[in-house]
Nanobody
């Protein structure tokens, strides 16, 4: 079992930055693919970014490419999402998700492979 807890959300003006963190606890946390998803009010949850358990492979959705960076610190069981140049359309609840993988390079961009989910942290970007 893996438990995930997000933090770092808040209210920020457009153009600003936030850093979200996902703290993981449980067994063999370091070999889990980790992803960030978000859900805006009235919309479906969507993929934001994913990082392989080795940290060497990352991928971000087109809508956040060049603005958001995902990274991980396996020694601290943490995954971060650095968000910059925030836009009002980035507003939503942000969720951390994790799933085990035998491949150090594996990432997932859809919800189905992820077994564990956090409760989410709210990000609100004002115009």
């Amino acid at each position: 079992q893996v438990q995930l807890a997000e933090s770092g959300g808040g209210l920020v003006q457009a153009g600003g930055s936030l850093r979200l963190s996902c703290a993981a606890s449980g067994s063999l946390v370091y070999n889990y693919v980790t992803g960030w998803f978000r859900q805006a009010p009235g919309k479906e949850r969507e993929f934001v970014a994913s990082v392989s358990w080795s940290g060497t492979n990352t991928y971000a959705a087109d809508s956040v490419q060049g603005r958001f960076t995902i990274s991980r610190d396996n020694a601290k069981n943490m995954v971060h999402l650095q968000m910059s140049t925030l836009k009002p359309e980035d507003t939503g609840a942000y969720f951390c998700a994790a799933t085990p993988s035998a491949q150090s390079w594996r990432i997932y961009t859809t919800e189905d492979p992820y077994l564990y989910w956090g409760q989410g942290t709210q990000v609100t970007v004002s115009s």
